[in-house]
């Protein structure tokens, strides 16, 4: 089965089912005009099988035939030698069959001096591989061939959530758990701490690789250990990649998601993940890589519509002009140069990136860009509220408005509410809409301690926003009663002279099996303040009840009250105080 292709069925099924609510017993339920009927089923994980990656290296020595431990599917070189030191290859296939003599392309993004990398390259699973140099031998040094099958390996399984939702001219983005990302051998500490910065410049690249490319996803696999492992990086080094085919694949990790929440590259201010892909200017920029050798080939149709949406949404929700030039400003180090918004790697570097046949319509794309955008969208925001604290039984009610950054409300628009329970995944509610001043209610009778948010997936004269997370505590309700004694004029309960202990009993809803709480008693002083006098924990019952008897050690007035510790489900609670006297000789 193509694995591709099951997880683009997967995915499409899954967006089928998201406008869902909560199937638990805690629905949100409107307080308000423009909810939708009858909740759909709330969101499913789905199992996939990606191969894991098999890879390999070898120092073959020039004009020999060098076999391989296995048939690869992906293949790159690298070496020491002079500049414009070049190779040529050819492989075998089983039957013996010769490709003919290709020259490597070299990869320029983040450059080394005297060492040479090619660009991944997809092969037909040859059997053995043989290189010479293309020119003068002596400027070529030591050669490493890099070998690896991205898809013919043992299957490993990943589990793939509903991505987040996306709005008209949002770009559907293949994450990196479905194109299969081996997250171990990414690194994201010491000197790989991920840096953000504000987005101020894209660049256009190409991975120099093969053109009609048959398994996207697997070359975006040998990439990304390409770029970890063989070349040291902390991670791939694009933000994003987008295949022949048109299909945009994320690129270097920025943070965990929420189900809600598009892979963007960036932190939830939307400062963007810097990258490898442009030396000395990768801080503040976006570099987008398309599969394929632009050097050799021309631009697709759906990988230039993919690029062109890609560079809209990026450069629209951040008001920059797609046709403009400006003087980039590197956050990190200071460094300064004048750029076109949209450039290519060439303009930053020496390098051919990204070839001849994508560079000369950049002129082209950046109108198309502008196109796109028209008279640009406008930006949104989402406010929420809902109370702190609540005593479990009661309802949460929270309100939200969806407004212009001016303040603006926005009408007639459908927002998603999110909530999560303490110690449970985060899961979709109903679609909701908004009145005509931008607002909406909503009530949820929670068993736990509550997280809310609402996301508004965007429209096609407005940008989608999210409100900030809301937590609600629940505190548990503890009740407390006295037993015996007898209730007096003055409305306390009062026990006989000579009572030494006085029974006391109560429950804790919702219920916490071996749960425990404390019952203190305090009396009265001289001075008209309370001091503790006695407590005593206890644990609950299966059914959440408890008992105790208190000591009293001499007559008085005394108040009894309990309490229950918070827990990671729930703030603490306390019963009402309940005050007695133990009446004198």
């Given at each position: 089965?193509?694995?591709?292709?099951?997880?683009?069925?997967?995915?499409?099924?899954?967006?089928?089912?998201?406008?869902?609510?909560?199937?638990?017993?805690?629905?949100?339920?409107?307080?308000?005009?423009?909810?939708?009927?009858?909740?759909?089923?709330?969101?499913?994980?789905?199992?996939?099988r990606?191969?894991?990656?098999?890879?390999?290296?070898?120092r073959?020595?020039?004009?020999?035939?060098?076999?391989?431990?296995?048939?690869?599917?992906?293949?790159?070189?690298?070496?020491?030698?002079?500049?414009?030191?070049?190779?040529?290859?050819?492989?075998?296939?089983?039957?013996?069959?010769?490709?003919?003599?290709?020259?490597?392309?070299?990869?320029?993004?983040?450059?080394?001096?005297?060492?040479?990398?090619?660009?991944?390259?997809?092969v037909?699973?040859?059997?053995?591989?043989?290189?010479?140099?293309?020119g003068?031998?002596?400027?070529?040094?030591?050669?490493?061939?890099?070998?690896?099958?991205?898809?013919?390996?043992?299957?490993?399984?990943?589990?793939?959530?509903?991505?987040?939702q996306?709005?008209?001219?949002?770009?559907?983005?293949?994450?990196?758990?479905?194109?299969?990302?081996?997250?171990?051998i990414?690194?994201?500490?010491?000197d790989?701490?991920?840096r953000?910065?504000?987005?101020?410049?894209?660049?256009?690249?190409?991975?120099?690789?093969?053109?009609?490319?048959?398994?996207?996803?697997?070359?975006?696999?040998?990439?990304?250990?390409?770029?970890?492992v063989?070349?040291?990086?902390?991670?791939?080094?694009?933000?994003?990649?987008?295949?022949?085919?048109?299909r945009?694949?994320?690129?270097?990790?920025?943070?965990?998601?929420?189900?809600?929440?598009?892979?963007?590259?960036?932190?939830?201010?939307?400062?963007?993940?810097?990258?490898?892909?442009?030396?000395?200017?990768?801080?503040?920029s976006?570099?987008?890589?398309?599969?394929?050798?632009?050097?050799?080939?021309?631009?697709g149709?759906?990988?230039?519509?993919?690029?062109?949406?890609?560079?809209?949404?990026?450069?629209?929700?951040?008001?920059?002009?797609?046709?403009?030039?400006?003087?980039?400003?590197?956050?990190?180090?200071?460094?300064?140069?004048?750029?076109?918004l949209?450039?290519?790697?060439?303009?930053?570097?020496?390098?051919?990136?990204?070839?001849?046949?994508?560079?000369?319509?950049?002129?082209?794309?950046?109108?198309?860009?502008?196109?796109?955008?028209?008279?640009?969208?406008?930006?949104?925001?989402?406010?929420?509220?809902?109370?702190?604290?609540?005593?479990?039984?009661?309802?949460?009610?929270?309100?939200?408005?969806?407004?212009?950054?001016?303040?603006?409300?926005?009408?007639?628009?459908?927002?998603?509410?999110?909530?999560?329970?303490?110690?449970?995944?985060?899961?979709?509610?109903?679609?909701?809409?908004?009145?005509?001043?931008?607002?909406?209610?909503?009530?949820?009778?929670?068993?736990?301690?509550?997280?809310?948010?609402?996301?508004?997936?965007?429209?096609?004269?407005?940008?989608?926003?999210?409100?900030?997370?809301?937590?609600?505590?629940?505190?548990?309700?503890?009740t407390?009663?006295?037993?015996g004694g007898?209730?007096?004029?003055?409305?306390?309960?009062?026990?006989?002279?000579?009572?030494?202990?006085?029974?006391?009993?109560?429950?804790?809803?919702?219920?916490?099996?071996?749960?425990?709480?404390?019952?203190?008693?305090?009396?009265?002083?001289?001075?008209?303040?309370?001091?503790?006098?006695?407590?005593?924990?206890?644990?609950?019952?299966?059914?959440?009840?408890?008992?105790?008897?208190?000591?009293?050690?001499?007559?008085?007035?005394?108040?009894?009250?309990?309490?229950?510790?918070?827990?990671?489900?729930?703030?603490?609670?306390?019963?009402?105080?309940?005050?007695?006297?133990?009446?004198?000789?």
């Amino acid at each position: 089965m193509d694995v591709d292709r099951t997880i683009r069925r997967a995915r499409k099924a899954l967006r089928r089912t998201l406008p869902g609510a909560v199937t638990v017993c805690i629905l949100a339920a409107p307080m308000g005009p423009g909810a939708s009927a009858a909740p759909p089923p709330g969101p499913r994980k789905v199992s996939i099988r990606v191969p894991l990656t098999r890879a390999d290296t070898l120092r073959p020595a020039p004009g020999l035939r060098t076999q391989l431990a296995w048939p690869a599917t992906h293949v790159a070189f690298t070496w020491t030698g002079s500049d414009g030191s070049r190779l040529l290859y050819r492989s075998w296939d089983e039957t013996g069959k010769a490709s003919p003599w290709t020259r490597v392309p070299e990869s320029h993004d983040m450059e080394q001096p005297g060492m040479h990398y090619s660009a991944m390259l997809s092969v037909a699973r040859p059997s053995s591989i043989e290189w010479r140099a293309d020119g003068p031998e002596a400027g070529v040094g030591t050669v490493t061939l890099h070998y690896l099958n991205t898809v013919d390996g043992p299957p490993g399984e990943a589990r793939i959530l509903a991505a987040g939702q996306t709005g008209p001219g949002t770009p559907d983005i293949i994450t990196r758990a479905e194109w299969g990302a081996d997250e171990s051998i990414k690194r994201t500490t010491g000197d790989c701490d991920r840096r953000f910065w504000p987005a101020q410049q894209l660049f256009v690249h190409h991975t120099a690789g093969s053109n009609n490319d048959p398994h996207p996803k697997a070359t975006m696999r040998a990439i990304y250990r390409y770029h970890t492992v063989t070349r040291g990086w902390c991670d791939i080094g694009y933000n994003f990649v987008i295949a022949p085919d048109g299909r945009l694949f994320e690129g270097r990790w920025a943070r965990r998601y929420a189900p809600w929440e598009l892979h963007t590259g960036e932190t939830v201010g939307g400062r963007a993940v810097a990258g490898a892909h442009v030396a000395d200017y990768n801080s503040g920029s976006v570099g987008v890589s398309l599969m394929g050798n632009l050097s050799t080939s021309t631009l697709g149709r759906s990988a230039r519509r993919t690029l062109v949406g890609l560079l809209a949404w990026e450069a629209d929700r951040r008001n920059l002009r797609p046709r403009g030039m400006h003087t980039y400003r590197n956050p990190d180090t200071g460094l300064t140069q004048r750029l076109h918004l949209i450039a290519g790697h060439r303009d930053a570097g020496q390098t051919e990136c990204p070839g001849n046949h994508l560079y000369d319509i950049l002129r082209g794309l950046r109108r198309r860009v502008a196109a796109t955008i028209g008279d640009g969208r406008r930006n949104t925001a989402l406010s929420l509220d809902a109370p702190a604290l609540v005593d479990f039984g009661e309802n949460v009610n929270v309100t939200s408005r969806l407004s212009t950054r001016a303040g603006r409300g926005i009408g007639g628009r459908s927002v998603v509410v999110y909530r999560r329970e303490s110690g449970a995944p985060w899961t979709r509610g109903r679609r909701m809409g908004t009145d005509k001043a931008g607002r909406l209610g909503f009530r949820f009778d929670p068993a736990k301690n509550l997280s809310v948010r609402v996301v508004y997936a965007g429209g096609r004269r407005t940008w989608g926003s999210e409100s900030r997370t809301m937590h609600v505590l629940i505190a548990p309700q503890v009740t407390l009663a006295l037993a015996g004694g007898r209730t007096g004029a003055d409305g306390v309960r009062h026990f006989p002279a000579g009572t030494t202990r006085v029974a006391v009993g109560g429950a804790v809803r919702p219920v916490h099996p071996k749960g425990k709480v404390v019952v203190s008693v305090e009396r009265i002083q001289a001075d008209g303040r309370w001091r503790e006098v006695g407590r005593a924990p206890k644990r609950l019952t299966s059914e959440g009840r408890y008992s105790s008897a208190v000591a009293v050690a001499r007559p008085g007035r005394y108040r009894a009250v309990t309490r229950m510790a918070a827990d990671d489900d729930h703030a603490a609670g306390r019963s009402s105080g309940r005050s007695f006297v133990v009446d004198g000789l």
